[in-house]
């Protein structure tokens, strides 16, 4: 009775995020009922606004670093792993080693975490978080999985239904945000493709799924744009 009750409530409060950022959020959803989807091609969410951000080794990163390459951008708590938003260990089996293992095929995609505080602030010494991945994350390699100081909420500032991820709030979200646990998938155009939550192996897989999805539908995108430049 207890998990019947528990799983009620969990069910009420995704419905409640599916109401607030629409079809995006919806996939949470239907994806955690355990139904499929057979998609052609990932919907368009908006931009990702424009951003700014320092590197560990004190790199400038905007939207333009990334021109051409697929992006997956997360926030990192400095309480992690033990209390952590997003589950790094989820991250690094299904993103980061893919990523590490195809350095051929996935060579143009990244993962892009922020360091934040409680409230969502910058931590300026990302020198802990880099040796917390280390730690946690077999063969680390800061130029896959890149650890960022900036401003986390310009990253979030995106729009969908009147809505705007940064300011989404509430009790049942971590440290009362709920961008602190979405993870963002960017193409190589900084087009917004897909929102998840990655605070479990479901949903972190699942987000696996869309990277692969969208990878596809740019090199099916690139065959036709060759195709019609050997036609003229």
């Given at each position: 009775m207890a998990k019947k009750i528990k799983e009620a409530g969990r069910t009420k409060k995704l419905i409640m995020a599916s109401l607030v950022f629409g079809p995006a959020l919806i996939l949470i959803f239907v994806s955690t009922l355990k139904c499929e989807h057979k998609f052609t091609q990932l919907d368009y969410f908006g931009d990702i606004p424009s951003y700014?951000?320092?590197?560990?080794?004190?790199?400038?990163?905007?939207?333009?670093?990334?021109?051409?390459?697929?992006?997956?951008?997360?926030?990192?708590?400095?309480?992690?792993p033990k209390d952590c938003a997003i589950s790094i260990w989820d991250v690094n089996q299904q993103l980061f080693r893919k990523l590490k293992e195809n350095p051929g095929k996935l060579r143009n995609v990244k993962i892009v975490s922020f360091v934040v505080d409680k409230d969502g602030n910058p931590v300026e010494d990302l020198e802990n978080m880099r040796k917390i991945l280390e730690y946690n994350v077999l063969e680390y390699d800061p130029e896959i999985w890149i650890l960022a100081k900036g401003d986390a909420n310009n990253l979030y500032n995106i729009e969908h239904n009147k809505h705007n991820l940064s300011t989404i709030e509430g009790d049942e979200y971590f440290n009362g945000k709920a961008y602190y646990s979405l993870l963002l998938l960017a193409d190589q155009d900084n087009k917004l493709r897909m929102v998840l939550k990655?605070?479990?192996?479901?949903?972190?897989?699942?987000?696996?799924?869309?990277?692969?999805?969208?990878?596809?539908?740019?090199?099916?995108?690139?065959?036709?744009?060759?195709?019609?430049?050997?036609?003229?």
């Open positions: 700014q951000a320092t590197t560990i080794d004190g790199k400038t990163i905007t939207n333009e670093t990334f021109k051409g390459k697929v992006v997956m951008y997360t926030v990192l708590n400095e309480s992690c990655g605070d479990s192996e479901s949903m972190v897989r699942k987000f696996h799924q869309y990277m692969t999805l969208l990878i596809k539908q740019n090199d099916k995108e690139r065959f036709k744009r060759m195709e019609a430049e050997d036609k003229k």
